[in-house]
């Protein structure tokens, strides 16, 4: 295993960047997007909580291969050239958003509401009160299950091997295909996601124990 | 000149009646108690006046101003009108302190020294200034109700709506809240408005008592008229109920 390590390392190392920098960059616009579209579903406006709704039962009930699939191929063909990278990107950034706007409407409504009452009974708006008194509240009730979406995302992102994305996954195919070493490589790809999985769980267990 | 205005007002949960017809004026200054069943729309009336709750027909006057109207700024009204909730609601993400401040600096825009030495003065004034840096969590009921009292007052409102502030304590701790809110009400220019249980209390800080059933005001009278001499029979059947416990 060692040797198929030390011989393939430049292609480990980079499918490990394209896995850590899709991660990144679909965590922080999920969790963006997702918290939008879960104070969107508990909005007093009636429009647009139906909108919250139907973004995230539409996408948290495809598949993501769908999904990735639907801008890897359709969006190109009548908006702009993308790449597989971005593609899977955008299409695990979306699918993710669904599952953490759910999780977060979740988070909102498990505050106890006398909260935003005695918000807006002094005067505060909706806004104010949402920001200031009830979302620090509901973030902080969702972050055990937060951190399993984000090790869903993680793991989710092998999907990108499907469209190109020069990921982990799509790495470790080609290395198995050329050495026929399987398993091996995929025991080294496996390792490598723990490498990035196991420190986000540990941080969000050690999360939850200090703000509790 | 009348702080709170009723003027037949009507309000319906889904096809549930929960006001039916109110008329009531209430003064500047005035204390009036509000007592009754569970039930009978006391909170439910007591809640209409800052909109938490919605009326659905008539008129209903604050501080000059047409609650039900859409044009009305209803966060405008909520600054001169302070609530007081059974359960306390001090926000949990906030220490004591915050909770005071917070309001006047995000809606009032007060300066934040000013802030603080009103705050502070506030805590000191329902006893609990060594309290300040506590989360609500870990301050007691009582506690935790006269921290909420001085976060409505640090709003400076010329009226304080109060529903059932000493239902949810432990006996040894009412008479604290109790104590504070009588020297509340007892400022001239404080318009009050209590949801009570507490038939001894009510006959010491109110001017008038409001007894209500079924979303009906059944008797408004002077305080020593009203426990004297109750001139409605539910009022009367109420009255020798609680006493006798």
């Not at chain 1, 030390?6 to 990144?24: P, R």
């Not at chain 1, 699918?95 to 505050?111: D, L, Q």
Request: charged content about 20%; hydrophobic content about 45%.
């Amino acid at each position: 295993m060692g040797s198929l390590l030390a011989n393939n390392w430049h292609s480990f190392l980079t499918g490990f960047g394209w896995t850590i920098l899709s991660s990144i960059v679909a965590l922080v616009f999920s969790l963006i997007i997702g918290s939008l579209f879960a104070i969107m579903e508990v909005m007093p406006n009636k429009v647009l909580r139906v909108i919250g709704n139907v973004y995230v039962e539409i996408f948290r009930n495809i598949p993501l291969l769908v999904i990735t699939m639907f801008f890897y191929l359709v969006i190109p063909l009548y908006f702009v050239k993308i790449n597989g990278f971005t593609a899977g990107t955008i299409g695990l950034t979306i699918y993710t958003s669904a599952f953490i706007a759910e999780t977060v409407r979740s988070g909102i409504n498990s505050v106890d509401i006398g909260q935003m009452e005695a918000a807006r009974a002094m005067g505060m708006t909706y806004g104010q009160a949402m920001r200031y008194i009830v979302l620090p509240q509901a973030f902080k009730l969702v972050i055990p299950p937060l951190g399993n979406q984000f090790i869903n995302l993680v793991k989710n992102s092998s999907v990108l091997a499907f469209v190109a994305g020069f990921d982990l996954m799509y790495q470790g195919n080609a290395i198995a295909s050329q050495t026929f070493d399987t398993v091996n490589t995929y025991i080294i790809v496996g390792l490598f996601y723990l490498v990035i999985t196991l420190p986000i769980s540990y941080y969000m267990r050690h999360l939850e124990k200090t703000l509790a | 000149m009348s702080m709170i205005e009723f003027r037949d007002v009507q309000k319906y949960y889904g096809k549930f009646h929960a006001l039916k017809d109110i008329n009531l004026e209430i003064d500047k200054g005035e204390t009036v108690v509000l007592i009754g069943p569970s039930g009978s729309g006391k909170s439910t009336l007591a809640r209409s006046v800052n909109g938490l709750e919605q009326i659905q027909e008539g008129q209903l006057i604050v501080n000059g101003h047409d609650i039900a109207d859409k044009k009305t700024d209803i966060n405008r009204i909520r600054t001169d009108v302070g609530m007081v909730f059974q359960h306390f609601n001090l926000y949990a993400n906030k220490d004591v302190l915050e909770n005071i401040m917070i309001a006047p600096r995000i809606v009032l825009k007060m300066n934040e020294d000013e802030n603080k030495k009103r705050a502070m003065a506030l805590l000191d004034q329902v006893g609990l200034a060594d309290k300040a840096h506590n989360m609500p969590s870990q301050i007691s009921g009582g506690q935790a109700q006269r921290v909420a009292i001085a976060r409505s007052l640090a709003m400076k409102p010329r009226c304080m709506l109060f529903d059932e502030p000493t239902s949810a304590l432990d006996p040894e701790m009412i008479d604290d809240v109790l104590g504070v809110i009588k020297y509340v009400t007892s400022q001239s220019d404080m318009t009050s408005l209590i949801v009570t249980h507490e038939m001894g209390f009510a006959q010491e800080v109110a001017n008038r008592v409001i007894f209500m059933a079924d979303g009906q005001i059944l008797e408004d009278d002077k305080t020593s008229e009203f426990f004297k001499n109750p001139t409605n029979e539910r009022a009367r059947q109420f009255l020798s109920k609680i006493i006798k416990h």
